[in-house]
């Protein structure tokens, strides 16, 4: 049975850090594979997760790049207004990296998701669905249609060749 697309009221929000949901998982003996794992969101996800001990694999397609890793310097945040002299947001909306990539490091790892998959999140925490003319934040009706899942699915099968249910 599908999971409903509901918060769980996991205790963590939109300005948590990767780091801290991680607090107290301890990652040792996991395989983590971080697509991106070396600039912006991904390399503080690689951070994270080696930090609580997981052996993190980043695959790079440009190794030049991995090597550099993107940033942006504090002076420069501080400059464009992004953050306050102790480094916190001050644009509404505005995430940090580590905060950027919070839900995704929760997604992964948080024993509070356990059993239940397939579903959107946000802010770490399961998404709400959107409300009538939302522009921002929620899920769309459109990506939760079984309807158009399977027809996503059908089209993918199509371009790749390969179907993973289709024996199933
Ligand atoms: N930054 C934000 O404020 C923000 C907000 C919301 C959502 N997001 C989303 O979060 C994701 C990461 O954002 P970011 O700011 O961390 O971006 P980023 O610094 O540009 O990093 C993207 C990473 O993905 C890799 N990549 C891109 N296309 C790839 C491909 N086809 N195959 C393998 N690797 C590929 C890039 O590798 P190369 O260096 O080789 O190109 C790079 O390492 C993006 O999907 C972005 O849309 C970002």
Known sequence: ???????????????????????????????????????????????????????????????AAAQLGRHVPREEMLAAGWIDEDGNPVTAGFKTPGQGAATQVW???????????????????????????????GVRAYATDPGQAARLWKLSAELTGVDAFASV
Do not use: N
């Open 1 to 63: 049975m599908a999971t409903p697309q509901h918060r769980i009221g996991s205790g963590f929000g939109a300005q948590s850090t990767a780091e801290e949901v991680l607090h107290g998982i301890d990652l040792t003996g996991k395989l983590a594979i971080v697509t991106g794992g070396y600039s912006g969101i991904g390399l503080e996800t690689t951070r994270a997760l080696a930090g609580a001990d997981a052996h993190v694999v980043v695959p790079a397609r440009r190794r």
């Open 107 to 137: 997604a992964a790892t948080s024993p509070q998701l356990a059993g239940m998959g397939g579903v959107y999140c946000e802010d770490c925490d399961i998404a709400e669905p959107a409300g009538e003319g939302e522009l921002t934040g």
